[in-house]
């Protein structure tokens, strides 16, 4: 009685009030990027089959669930949207050019050699608890980690549109 009179008594009566509601369609922060502030959503739903966890339909993740093709039309379309060009070739120009002169190295695109860092989501392999064993199968498969098929689409164009080596690009969660 007496911790439920103490705790109750050390209470302030004050009520809690939320602070206002952000305006809508009032952007937070500075705008980055080829167009500032554009956001890309692509949905196909013929890119996968899969009828959800835990109904005996397997993972997600699994290549008899996902169609490639459909997932290599949405990333060109996504990239494309971005870049507003026409073309995934100009699209990957413009860029790589854009980023290019950000970085004050000119109006120039991708160079042979030059290294590129794709960071993933992979935050559902985090190990805890001293785990250091991850197994994608006994912990939580249907967690939606990044897709291997966008990463192989994007890998696909890196290689085939851009024309990167495959030794000069690193892909991860770091």
């Not at 705008?31 to 089959?49: L, S, Y």
């Not at 050019?97 to 190295?105: A, L, M, V």
């Amino acid at each position: 009685m007496g911790c439920v009179w103490v705790s109750l008594s050390l209470t302030e009566d004050t009520e809690a009030v939320a602070g206002e509601p952000h305006p809508v369609n009032a952007p937070v922060g500075t705008g980055r990027g080829i167009h500032p502030g554009r956001v890309v959503w692509v949905h196909d739903p013929n890119a996968t089959d899969w009828k959800g966890p835990r109904v005996g339909d397997g993972y997600w993740w699994q290549p008899d669930h996902t169609d490639q093709q459909v997932v290599n039309k949405m990333l060109t379309d996504a990239i494309c949207t971005l870049a507003g060009e026409r073309t995934l070739a100009d699209a990957w120009s413009a860029i790589f050019r854009h980023f290019n002169r950000e970085q004050g190295r000119g109006d120039t695109g991708y160079q042979a050699g030059e290294k590129i860092m794709i960071k993933v989501n992979f935050v559902d392999m985090i190990a805890t608890g001293g785990n250091t064993n991850y197994s994608l199968v006994n912990h939580t498969p249907e967690y939606a980690s990044c897709s291997p098929h966008i990463m192989h689409a994007l890998l696909d164009q890196l290689v085939t549109v851009v024309g990167m080596a495959q030794s000069d690009i690193t892909i991860g969660d770091p």
